[in-house]
């Protein structure tokens, strides 16, 4: 995995690139019953299958962020098939410390990491997939600005955010935190 570049903070969250050494607690994290509920691919990882999918970081169009709360760190956010003609991505984000559920660091870390995607990847639109059920996601994306764009199972919605409406929340918002 290349050196981390990519570093961004602000009032105690950081978000960097995952290194090699992140690569188990990423394991743990992604393998947790309050996180695999929510994903798409819900099963338990395996560590060959996870350290194949890790090695490909580098070789698709995805970023992957750590973020933390002063040194702690905290959740996973992830960037991938980013689409530099369209200017679109999509992005994932997951708590892997139960502490930190429900706290308003993940928030800020989220604000972080799509004003980067907007403003830095020059990204116009960003999509995400929710799982129906999960209220708080629902309500935090409702809350940016996201709006539901397709149906993609009994279980998930594709949600996109476009960067314009994403400006006008994001300047609300991160006033909140300051």
């Not at 997951?94 to 930190?100: A, K, N």
Request: proline share 1%; glycine share 4%.
């Amino acid at each position: 995995m290349k050196k981390s570049t990519i570093s961004l903070k602000l009032l105690g969250v950081n978000l960097r690139e995952a290194q090699d050494s992140d690569k188990l607690k990423i394991y743990n994290w992604r393998n947790l019953d309050h996180v695999r509920s929510w994903m798409r691919e819900s099963d338990l990882i395996s560590m060959r299958d996870h350290l194949e999918w890790f090695r490909s970081i580098d070789q698709k169009k995805k970023i992957l962020l750590i973020y933390s709360f002063y040194q702690k760190d905290i959740g996973v956010i992830s960037i991938k098939d980013i689409n530099n003609l369209n200017h679109e991505a999509n992005l994932g984000a997951y708590v892997g410390d139960i502490e930190f559920l429900g706290s308003p660091y993940n928030v800020l870390a989220i604000l972080l990491a799509y004003n980067y995607c907007f403003e830095k990847l020059k990204i116009n639109k960003i999509r995400t997939s929710i799982h129906k059920s999960n209220k708080s996601a629902l309500r935090l994306n409702k809350t940016l600005g996201f709006i539901v764009n397709k149906n993609l199972d009994k279980f998930f919605d594709e949600h996109t955010l476009d960067k314009n409406i994403f400006k006008i929340n994001y300047n609300r918002l991160i006033k909140i935190f300051l």
